[in-house]
T-cell receptor, first 115, second 111 residues
Framework: DGGITQSPKYLFRKEGQNVTLSCEQN?????MYWYRQDPGQGLRLIYY???????QKGDIAEGYSVSREKKESFPLTVTSAQKNPTAFYLC??????????????FGPGTRLTVL | DAKTTQPPSMDCAEGRAANLPCNHS???????VYWYRQIHSQGPQYIIH???NNETNEMASLIITEDRKSSTLILPHATLRDTAVYYC????????????FGTGTSLTVIP
């Protein structure tokens, strides 16, 4: 059935290591997004992509990188340059980014802990 | 982008209506109001959205005041599974139609 999958649900890494979070959608959505959520806080936008091979920085892109080689996939790499990588990471997708009525649909999230 | 203000927490008795308020006094005429909710450690779930007319779906009703400066999300018969953080979001074409999630209202449904 259709949806957004993120894997793994829990991820542990040592400080200084890069780590890549997976996000896949089979909804045929054009736009995809990555958010970060810290305890007791709202979501903050890291990167978003409106079409394949194109992406834009969000509010907190420093220390992160993304790629969009396929429509259904939008992996996020948390690099060693990210000062506080421990957080809950959420991926979302929507049919089109420009339309005001397009809804974003979220995956289940990946909880990253850096030891 | 228009800012939203929500109470940090609310309680509601099971089976009663939950009315969650949101202020968005700087909203522009072309900006939509969206509501999402997030159950602990899960991804946010879309509930409803509207521009100026009241809206209803199988989950909830959205009441927007005539001046559009505030709105209320109504869960008609709250259940324990409705315990979650509820986010009111104003979506603006001026910021690429991005969603800006604040800290929301933590709703606790009490048995």
């Amino acid at each position: 059935d259709g949806g957004i999958t993120q894997s793994p649900k829990y991820l542990f890494r040592k400080e200084g290591q890069n780590v890549t979070l997976s996000c896949e959608q089979n909804l045929n959505h054009d736009a995809m997004y990555w958010y970060r959520q810290d305890p007791g806080q709202g979501l903050r936008l890291i990167y978003y992509s409106q079409i394949v091979n194109d992406f834009q920085k969000g509010d907190i892109a420093e220390g992160y990188s993304v790629s969009r080689e396929k429509k259904e996939s939008f992996p996020l790499t948390v690099t060693s340059a990210q000062k506080n990588p421990t957080a809950f990471y959420l991926c979302a997708s929507s049919p089109r980014n420009r339309a005001r009525t397009d809804t974003q649909y979220f995956g289940p999230g990946t909880r990253l802990t850096v030891l | 982008d228009a800012k939203t203000t929500q109470p940090p927490s609310m309680d509601c008795a099971e089976g009663r209506a939950a009315n969650l308020p949101c202020n968005h006094s700087t909203i522009s005429g072309n900006e939509y109001v969206y509501w999402y909710r997030q159950i602990h450690s899960q991804g946010p779930q879309y509930i409803i959205h509207g521009l100026k007319n009241n809206e209803t779906n199988e989950m909830a009703s959205l009441i927007i005041t005539e001046d559009r400066k505030s709105s209320t999300l109504i869960l008609p018969h709250a259940t324990l599974r409705d315990t979650a953080v509820y986010y009111c979001i104003v979506r603006s074409p001026n910021t690429g139609n991005q969603f800006y999630f604040g800290t929301g209202t933590s709703l606790t449904v009490i048995p």
